[in-house]
């Protein structure tokens, strides 16, 4: 049988000539500065900062911050306590917890404990105010625990806040100030509190113990970081191999397929670590996603040498006319998917644009070795190809039959669906409960949900109320007015508590007259304010002022409200509510924003949302500006438009369906998947217009000629992103697996357009001849068969 000559007249060919001539050379070289490049990987290190989520300019995070400098910072850790027999009032138990809080001022960086026992009770004698820890030291009478019990149950500071209705879960709150500079201050802080629990837990073995608070939250983004990579990286390697040997049966490429999935992943952590990037639960995904993306040069290119060996070229030949069809169309999809990614530098979010700069990145190392390292290795490497006529193993002939025989009803039916989708767009809302970021089962989540669900946790919003001047809390009027603010929060029914200075006021006025229960109010003299609260200041002991209420001037109070789990609109609602009040009810000095941890990821979306949106936009543009270019055709390039956007709008029209709650990470999947199912559309449409340039061919010929050159490698490669982003929702962090899934998604509908709706459109803007004939795959190209 005579060989077919491959077509070697270009640059590309030329190129890879070169490749093969010195592919000793290009080995040692590429591998030389992928390890010089990947030598920085040892500077990486993981960020336990939840503030990392937010931009410098983030309004809620600058609000959020303000509120710190005015105050004492608030980050705590909360030891949430469940007797095994439901009751806190016993003996044992306040032992247990005067011991906790004894032992929780060791945690590093603590300022404040507070617990049941430690509490400043307040009563008057005949020599004045007493201020004392609502539990002594020592054996307790039965009338002595009723009386604490009394006391707890009826202060309004601790109520869901430090004990429960039911008295059976308190807890000790420790307030920290966690060092800026510091990175390991987290994870020190995070340690010690759990051994504390577990030395606890040995001495009180009846007792459960919770851990949850700020601090906690920030060392599970570490955490969880590093579980991630050292699973799904493992596993993500053990689905290409599989799918790799699968697609190409050949030892040799799906060797080389491995090896410049290595390259590519460590020069792109190696790049993080010289460029100084911390990794984050997303950031950490970047070798996951980059080792899912560098597949798809390798499968296009070696897929493309198999089926020239196949037709009769030699190996080294059939890697030159590789490299002459697919250089160029590998290089617009590794262009246009780092476009994609890089729109997320358009985020507010910083992890953002780590993901997007360095999978970016990551996609431009994989190009390079493809084209260098790969068809260098694959000259060297023995490999064996039987040379047939037949159509291989896989083929899609018939699909490119079914898809042309049925061009109308696919066309119109896909543009009947694309329409439903749009049409469920709007059920989509936004829910960014950052508890619900982490998967059950991890132990932040699990004690938080505890915590939240039978006492308090870290939902909360606080307000900083401003009296108009120094030392003007002490006027009757602002003191009145906070305590009505207080009262109309405590009737709202996701508010669990209310931490406020006036509940403080009305117990010293109470108590500095005989503790008559009808002068628990606010004194109707700036005098009497003023005096009491400097007697009370002056009781208290060190650790437990008011530092963390009243700012340093006496100008202003915070108000700190404690809610249920709720909903990112729930939460947003209460602190509009809560702002409207504020305008509506009170003077223009006390007006406050709400702000805390909960309001900033809560409105990590929205802030988001602007900037992701010109991402995807400016993708878009690029993208088709560069499609334009490389097809030179404007038809084209516009065309191309509509098969990149289409997956993105079915993606989420069925997610509007099947969940229809988004998330910030949701928000991103535009950006990042429209960089990537162009890879689709610029394999077909190169194939397609080859076939219409080079060989004269009619639109429905084109098309089947696409088909049977490109058809398997689009699908292996889909396979290949679909089972690697799979991989990715197989984290325990919401934000990657709400990405990773809605990815999936978007690829798959991303192969069934490019497979079903664009040849018919293309047909259907082109011209219906050749429709009705038979054509079957020879050697360089395709020729007429009788029918």
Known sequence: MEQPKPNNDNAFASFARQIIRWRYLVIIGTVAIALLIASGGRFLGFTSNYRVFFGETNPFLEAYETIQRIYSKNDNILFVLEPEDGQVFTNSMMQAVAYLTSEAWKVPHS???????????????????????????????????????????????????????????????????????????????AAYARTLRDEFKSKHPGIEVYLTGTVMLSNSFPEISQRDMSTLVPLMYVVIIVLSVFFLRSFAGTFGTLLVIILSTITTMGLMGWTGVKLTPLSASVPTIVLTLAVADSVHILMTVIQS????????????????????PVTITSVTTAIGFMGLNLSDAP??????????????????????????????????????????MFNLDGLAEFTIKNRKPLLWGTTALVLVMVALLPRLVINDNFIDYFAKGFEFRDDSDFAIENLT?????????????????????????????????RAQPEVK????????????????????????????????????????????????????????????TRVVVSLDKLTTSEL????????????ENAPESMFSEGASTSMMFTYITRTNAEGLLFGTLLSIGLITLTLLLTFRSAKFGLLSLIPNTLPIILTFGLWAIIDGEISVAAATVATITIGIVVDDTVHFLSKYLRARREQQLNPANAVRYAFSTVGVALTATTLILVFG?????????????????????????????????????????????????????????LKPQTA
């Open 351 to 392: 992890p953002f644009h780590d993901l997007g700069n360095y999978t970016a990145a990551g996609v431009m190392f994989a190009f390079f070795f493809s084209v260098t390292f790969l068809p260098a290795l694959i000259a060297i490497l023995p490999m064996k190809v039987k040379v047939s006529n037949k159509p291989g």
């Open 725 to 781: 982003f799979m991989v990715l929702s197989a984290s325990i962090f919401k934000m990657n697996v709400q990405m990773g899934v809605l990815t999936t998604i978007t690829i798959i509908f991303a192969l069934v357009v490019d497979f079903l709706f664009l040849p018919a459109l293309l047909i259907k803007l082109e011209g219906e001849e050749g429709v009705d004939d038979v054509y079957s795959l020879q050697p360089n190209r």
């Open 457 to 489: 946790g870290v939902y909360t919003v606080e307000y900083s109320l401003g009296s108009g001047g120094p030392s003007a809390i002490n006027e009757p009027e602002y003191m009145a007015k906070v305590e009505e603010f207080a009262t109309w929060l």
């Open 309 to 328: 060996m196949r037709k009769g070229m030699s190996r080294h030949e059939a890697i030159v006319e590789s490299m002459r069809v697919n250089f160029m």
């Open 111 to 189: 300022y404040r404990v507070d617990s049941l026992t430690n509490f400043q009770h307040i009563e008057a004698d005949e020599e004045g105010l007493v201020v004392a820890d609502l539990v002594a030291e020592g054996e307790l009478t039965q009338a002595q625990l009723d009386k604490i019990k009394q006391v707890a149950l009826k202060e309004p500071l601790l109520e869901n806040a430090l004990i429960t209705e039911k008295t059976n879960v308190t807890a000790v709150a420790v307030s920290i100030r966690v060092p800026d500079d510091d990175e390991t201050a987290v994870t020190e802080m």
């Open 497 to 556: 508590n209310v931490n406020v200075i006036t509940d403080t006021m009305k117990r010293l006025n109470k108590s500095m007259n005989a503790d008559n229960p009808e002068e628990y109010k606010i004194p109707g003299q700036r005098d009497l304010i003023a005096q009491y609260l400097l007697l009370y200041e002056m009781s208290l002991p060190l650790g437990l002022d008011l530092n963390n209420q009243i700012d340093v001037d006496k100008s202003a």
């Open 572 to 583: 947003q609602g209460v602190k509009e509510r809560s702002e409207v009040w504020l305008r």
